[in-house]
Structures are given as C-alpha cells and as structure tokens.
C-alpha cells in the first residue's frame, strides 16, 4: 500500500511534467509569434513609407519611384472575382449534395477521400492542368478567366470541406421539423439548411479565396503576364448591352508577380516596392480572415439551438 | 434570374467590337528590364492605342512560344539555337533577328578578399569545369599563390541565359559546368551569398554588381590568347564592354521579331521605336547600349526585312558587333 507521502510526492511529479509540457507548448506558441511579428515589423518598416496614393493609381514603370501596382491589384481583384464566381456555386452545391443527397456508401467514400486529397495538392499542379486544359485545349488563353477556374479549382475542395462542416453542425432535428410540416427535401434546404449553414460556409470561402490571392505558382504556369500597362476592358460600356464581359479574356498581372519580379531587380529601391506589395498583400489577407472571424461568431450568435 | 440567359449573348456582341491592338512579347528576364522601358514609353507616346504585354519565361521558354506562333516579340539573351530554329521552320515562321544591347558577366568576390587581385580564364576554366568538382576545393587549388582556404562558389541556375554563357565563354561548352556550387536564379541571393563570406567566388549579371558595389568587389578578367588586351587584367564596365576589351565575359542581347508579326503596323512601329530608343533607353535600366553604328544597320536591315540569324544556330564568344552586323543571314 501506498503511503501518503509517495501519493504526494507522485503528485508534485506530475505536476512538475504537467508545468514542463505547458512551457514547451508556450515556447512553441512564441517561437511561431516571434517569427511572424519579425517578418511583419521587418517587412513594414521598408514598405509602409512606401504606401501613397500615387503607389495604387500607377502602372509599373522602369523608374522605381514612378512605379506603382495598379494594373496588379485590378489584376488580382478582377481574378478574386472570376475565381469566386467559379467557385462559390460548384462547392456549396458540391457540399450540399453529398451531405444531404448522397448515400453513404464506398461510392461516397471515395469522392470524399479524394475531396481531401485534393485539397492537399501542390497549387502548381492545378497550374499544369490548367495550362494544358484551359490554355491549349480550351484555347481560353492566357486570360483573366484561366486564372481565375485555375485558382476556382484550386479553392474548390476547401469550400466543399467547410460546407459539409458547417451543415453537419445543424442539428437533425431541424430538418425532422421541416420534413413534419410538410416541407420537400429541396425546401428545407432552401430555408433551413443553408440559411443556418450560411456563416459557416462564408468563412470557408473568405479562407479559401484569401489564400488565392496570395497564390503564383500555379499562374505563372500558365503564363500571367509581369509587364502590363493597361487595365481590363471596362465591365460597363456606354453602348447596349451595358455589360461587357471582354475583360475576361484580357491579359493580366498579380500582385505576387509583380512583387516576385520586383525583388529579383538588382536596384534595391525596387526591392522596396516589393516590401510595400507585400504589405499590403498581408492587409488584404488580413482583413479577409478577419472578416471571416466576424461573419462566424456574428453568425453563431444567431443561431439558439 | 433569367438575366443569366443573355450573358454569352453580351459575350459575342462585344468579342465582335474593334479590337485594340496588343503587341505580345515573352522571354528571357535578362532583357526584360529593357523592353518594359520600350514599352512603357511607347505606350505613353501611343497614348494607350497599342497595348504591350511583357512575361518572362526565360529564353528557352520564349522561344516555344515564339516557334509556336503564340507571341511576336521574344526577348534572348542568346541567339537562337539550332533545334529552335528547327522547331521554327517546321511551323513556317520566320523572323528578324536584332541585337539591342550588350550585357556582361561579373566575376565578384568579398570585399575583404586580400589575395585574388585579378583571374585568368584559364583559373576560371580549372575553377568551373565538370572535372572540377569534389578536386578543386581550397583556393590554393586554382592558384598556389592563394591561401589554402575552402572556396566557395555561388552561380547561376541551371535555367538562366547567364549560366548558358558563362559555361561556353569559360568552359567551352555551353551547360558544362560543376554541380557543387550554390546555385540560384536570383542574383540577389548569389549578392547576400558572396558580400557574406570571405571565401566566396561567384558570378553575376554586371548590373546587380553596378548596384551593390559597396558589399562585394569585381575581379578584373584577364581574358588570355583570343583577348583583345591579351594578359592584361580588365574590369567591367561600360567602356570596357563597349569596346569588346572585356573578354569573353560580355555579349549581345537581342529581340526576335516574327514577320507575321511585322506585317502588322502597330508592330513595325514598335520595333521601330525600339531600335531608335534603344541607345537612351539601355543605360537607363544599366546595361551597355551598342555603337550607333549598329543600331543604324539594324534600322536598314529591318527596313530591307532581312530575316534568319547571323548564328547558324549556335553563341559564339568575345564577337565584335561590327562584325555582326554585316554577316550574312540564314533562317
């Protein structure tokens, strides 16, 4: 039998590991932390002088106190939204059927295990697809639109993974209701199942379209251009039809791009210039995960079950 | 939602509006910092009726989409080599060639190097050829007057034009070179590299040595035998290349133009513009523009639309310009 002293001391032994487990773990958290603030502090203190008006409203230019990134961020905007477009509906229908339509059977299993898979694969091979299928096959070019189903494929699994989520968190119970008052399948899906899922499915695709935007390898694959003085064709024309899709297919830039060719300049104002693209790449990421943060508990509060 | 409907109908209306031209060029990322100067003046003097589109594939990648007719400008830091022009052929596309500037290759070392005051091709040749590798290790092992310390080498991947160059102007044989020595496509890394460590060699395209004289120092070249200045050591410099006494270190760049392409008028401006501009426009963006002379001859041959390579498929080291110009073409 035990003695009480061993009984403590045993006790003060644990807690001894307990306190060394949580300091490894505290070290970690910091190590990470420490990191990130210095690349952020390091970054901001070249760039952020950087950021003026002038800096979004110019083209690139051979003078780097000239040069700004305008033609990149329209670039980048108008590819987030090709990108979303693509996307948002594929996933969230993809999402919706095999939670609530398909049965669950090895047929299923192997979609979802392959759902997973894609979401784990190098971005570059969605560039090799792409140049393959949208660029020579397709012949869509080397247009807004390719990048934009590009980095729409790319994004896909992550929407399709955070949909299934967000409806596996609705409780049975809801659609039981639905279904005893009458209601189709389709019904309760329109009025229950998305509505309550909606918080959860945005912040999924705020998550996946800023990690898009942050994305090169694949577009440099499939040819996004480093030099461009010009800017998409306007959406609105002053002729009928009013809407003008032709931006689509016009040439473009990123901003990664123009950062990444910035940085490999041997001038070192131009290296600033990277610095200032970068930060303000990380504002935007930023800002959309912080927007997703808010859209999720807005969304939790919401919701009394 | 029935507004969806009509949207490919927007589509086809507006694809059958009046085009603004655009020029495509791609290619090598040694010439880019030129022709986005070109281009961005051009288009300003254009007032944005001709559109212009730079990338960078590299000169290897330029050339597959210049061969397969997707692009009308291709920018090169070398000449066109025999498959390409072999691939060019066979899709029926011909093309002018016109060199626009030189660019030059600087050997650099740490400014804290006391021993190396100057190199020989010969020592550059030991230093990087195949054999070298796993044998040549200490810095007493290229030159017994140096100390016996490990030698460290940084240079250019195995994609760049420069890596092209620098293996046919030293070793002989382009591509040929040893394998255990940090290699980088970003000549910035191979500065950091070298303004690091005492016992760094390495080489770089001149203008990121113009830019960052003050962490690391050129060797001057002795270029030997086939040098115009023979055993005396040359810097580089925009002197030296100009007048083709730095040896074998400096080249010609070029762009090739499709004659498909230069039927178009907005192009033939275009290069017009280019070769006309090229000489305040090249040292603006630090490389070394070419003699006058030779910018004169391009504008006739381009007028004369004399179209192949001077080459026959293959760089040539130390080639004067003057000489360039008047060889004969073929495609």
């Known amino acids: 039998m035990e003695s009480q002293q061993d009984i403590l001391a045993n006790i003060k032994r644990r807690q001894f590991w307990d306190f060394v487990f949580a300091l490894t773990g505290l070290m970690s958290l910091l190590f990470a932390l420490i990191t990130l603030i210095t690349l952020i502090v390091d970054l901001s203190l070249t760039g952020v002088p950087r950021i003026t008006l002038d800096f979004f409203t110019s083209f690139p230019s051979r003078f780097a106190g000239k040069a700004g990134i305008l033609s990149a961020w329209v670039g980048s905007f108008c590819v987030m939204i090709t990108t979303a477009f693509c996307a948002i509906p594929l996933g969230v229908a993809a999402g919706v059927y095999l939670e609530e339509y398909s049965k669950k059977n090895w047929v299923s299993q192997i979609i979802e295990l392959n759902i997973i898979n894609l979401a784990g694969i190098p971005s570059i091979t969605y560039g090799l697809m792409a140049l393959g299928l949208f660029v020579y096959q397709l012949k869509l070019g080397q247009s807004i639109l390719t990048a934009g189903l590009t980095l729409g494929l790319l994004v896909l699994p992550i929407i399709i993974v955070t949909t299934r989520e967000a409806i596996r968190a609705i409780p049975n119970a809801i659609r039981e209701a639905s279904y005893a008052m009458g209601a189709s399948k389709w019904q309760t899906i329109r009025h229950h199942i998305l509505p309550y899922s909606s918080g959860g499915i945005m912040t999924g695709v705020i998550i996946s379209l800023s990690r898009a935007i942050g994305e090169t390898a694949p577009l440099i694959t499939i040819g996004a251009l480093t030099f461009i003085a010009f800017l998409p064709t306007a959406p609105i024309s002053d002729v009928p039809p009013f809407i003008n899709l032709k931006w689509l297919m016009d040439p473009f830039t990123v901003m990664p791009i123009q950062m990444f060719n910035w940085l490999s300049r041997p001038q070192a104002e131009f290296h600033v210039n990277a610095a200032a693209t970068g930060v303000i790449l990380l504002m935007m990421t930023l800002i959309m995960n912080g927007g997703a943060i808010y859209l999720r508990s807005r969304f939790r509060k919401k919701m009394k079950w | ?331």
């Not at chain 2, 195949?130 to 100390?147: E, L, R």
């Open chain 2, 1 to 331: 939602m029935k507004w969806i409907l009509s949207l490919p109908l927007v589509f086809l209306v507006n694809a059958a509006q009046a085009q603004v031209p655009v020029i495509k060029i791609d290619g090598s990322s040694t010439v880019f910092p030129i022709t986005e100067a070109v281009s961005e003046e051009f288009q300003i003097s254009k007032s944005g009726k001709v559109r212009v589109t730079v990338g960078i594939s590299g000169t290897g990648g330029g050339f597959k989409k210049f061969c397969r007719g997707e692009i009308d400008v291709q920018n090169a830091s070398r000449p066109i080599q025999e498959k390409e022009i072999e691939n060019c052929r066979k899709a029926g596309i011909k093309f002018l060639e016109i060199p626009i500037a030189f660019d030059a290759t600087a050997v650099v070392v740490n400014p804290k190097n006391t021993w190396a005051k100057q190199i020989t091709v010969a020592e550059l040749k030991k230093m990087w050829e195949p054999a070298a590798q796993g044998k040549i290790v200490n810095w007493s092992d290229v030159n017994p007057a140096w100390p016996k310390e490990k030698i460290k080498l940084y240079g250019a991947g195995s994609d760049s034009g420069t890596f092209d160059y620098f293996t046919e102007a030293i070793v002989g044989k382009s591509k040929s070179s040893r394998g255990d020595y940090t290699a980088s496509e970003d000549d910035n890394t191979l500065v950091t590299g070298v303004s690091k460590d005492v016992n760094a060699l390495g080489y770089i395209p001149m203008a990121y040595y113009e830019e960052n004289k003050s962490k690391i120092k050129a060797l001057p070249v002795v270029g030997g035998p086939k040098a115009p200045g023979k055993d005396k050591a040359i810097y580089p410099s925009r002197e030296t290349v100009e007048n083709g006494t730095y040896y074998p270190l400096s080249r010609p760049v070029f762009i090739y133009v499709s004659e498909t392409s230069m039927k178009k008028p907005e192009i033939k401006e275009f290069v017009d513009f280019y070769v006309k501009n090229s000489a305040t426009l090249v040292p603006e963006v630090k490389y070394v523009p070419l003699p006058a002379a030779a910018y004169q001859e391009s504008l006739k041959n381009i007028k004369a639309n004399k179209l192949g390579t001077v080459f026959g498929g293959h760089s040539e080291v130390g080639l004067k310009i003057d000489e360039l110009m008047k060889r004969e073409r073929s495609l």
